[in-house]
């Protein structure tokens, strides 16, 4: 399960002890891989009651449906990419896939959900964590050569047609996001406006908790504890790709999942990143291709897919800001002499 990277601070440092206390309701369910925590502030405990079960049901249709490996939609469309002819898909499936696409476009590739048989080489396609050997230099370098883009596929009003036939869909970077948005437009269409949908560490938030806004931690990649903290105002998504999320040493080497698809090699020059917007899915995609992209080229693809709000980590422990995210960023005590504020903002 992917460790938190950000966790949530439901009380602020100091309070009134006059202010009348909120009511706080919070459900967890563990689906997709990981533990997913459903807030509702203010809100009465019988409809707060049916809407985490609604959602759960929803979760777990995702769960099933959305899997690359496991039968299930998603599944099925990875078994028929192979034949190279066209056949029909699920609408949800086709909004996904068409706005994975968008943003694999805007990443240059960095976010490139068409390398599924890479993943799957490296072995983080199983829910157990592999332990190496890491795959061979000529294996990788066959699937490179293959070149599986999110560009092979064509999707019309009907059909998929894929072009190439090492193209199989890994979702993960981006599934989760979209699932987050799908929760929480339901819960804005069924009158909540205070809320917070957490999978996993990664998460979007809306409205307050009474009169105080949602204190988001942000955690530090290599310590215990809270690196920063940033507080949410009216609807945003936090989420964070991080290399310790899902690893394992071997030899003395960490191999984690976050994997370059031009080079066919865990991203080696981040730590973390960490991405707010208000859009789940683009949060949860733009985290990841920064990652990739690295501490050399992660401004110029920011830029590229209109991010402002951007801490990335380097593999040194410094830490690049926004302009935007530093100001509203709280670090904890000695943090602040490793920042590097982004100049490619100003």
Avoid at 35 to 55: R, W
Avoid at 142 to 161: G, H, R, Y
Avoid at 172 to 181: E, H, L, M, N, T
Avoid at 194 to 213: E, P, Q, S, T, Y
């Amino acid at each position: 399960m992917k460790q938190l990277l950000i966790l949530i601070l439901l009380t602020a440092a100091l309070s009134c002890s006059r202010e009348k206390p909120v009511v706080v309701f919070e459900e967890t369910m563990f689906v997709m891989g990981t533990m997913v925590s459903i807030t509702f502030a203010g809100l009465e405990e019988k409809k707060a009651q049916k809407l985490f079960h609604d959602l759960l049901t929803d979760f777990n249709y995702m769960q099933a449906a959305w899997n690359p490996w496991k039968p299930g939609s998603l599944a099925r469309v990875n078994k028929l990419l192979a034949s190279q002819e066209p056949f029909s898909i699920d609408p949800e499936i086709r909004k996904m896939i068409l706005q994975a696409s968008e943003l694999s476009t805007q990443s240059d590739g960095y976010f490139n959900p068409a390398i599924g048989k890479l993943v799957k080489l490296w072995q983080f396609n199983q829910d157990e964590m592999p332990s190496g050997p890491p795959p061979s230099k000529d294996a990788i370098g066959e699937l490179l050569a293959s070149k599986p883009e999110m560009a092979n596929l064509q999707i019309n009003a009907l059909n998929l047609i894929n072009n190439n036939p090492a193209v199989i869909l890994d979702l993960g970077a981006f599934a989760k996001g979209y699932g987050v948005d799908k929760a929480v437009d339901y819960l804005l269409s069924q009158g909540v406006e205070n809320a917070i949908v957490n999978a996993g560490g990664d998460l979007r938030a809306i409205g307050k908790k009474g009169d105080k806004h949602w204190m988001i931690g942000i955690r530090d990649p290599r310590a215990a504890g809270i690196l920063a903290g940033i507080e949410i105002h009216g609807d945003e998504s936090v989420f964070t790709s991080g290399d310790y999320e899902r690893y394992y040493e071997y030899q003395g080497k960490r191999y984690h999942h976050i994997i370059n698809p031009k080079t066919g090699y865990p991203a080696s020059t981040v730590r973390s990143v960490t991405v707010v917007h208000q859009s789940a899915a683009i949060a949860d995609a733009a985290a990841t291709a920064l990652f990739v992209a690295g501490a050399k080229d992660w401004e110029r693809i920011a830029k590229k897919m209109q991010l402002d709000q951007v801490m990335l980590i380097d593999s040194e422990g410094l830490i690049h800001l926004t302009p935007k995210i530093h100001a509203r960023l709280q670090f904890e005590p000695g943090a602040e002499k490793n920042i590097r504020l982004s100049k490619a903002f100003q």
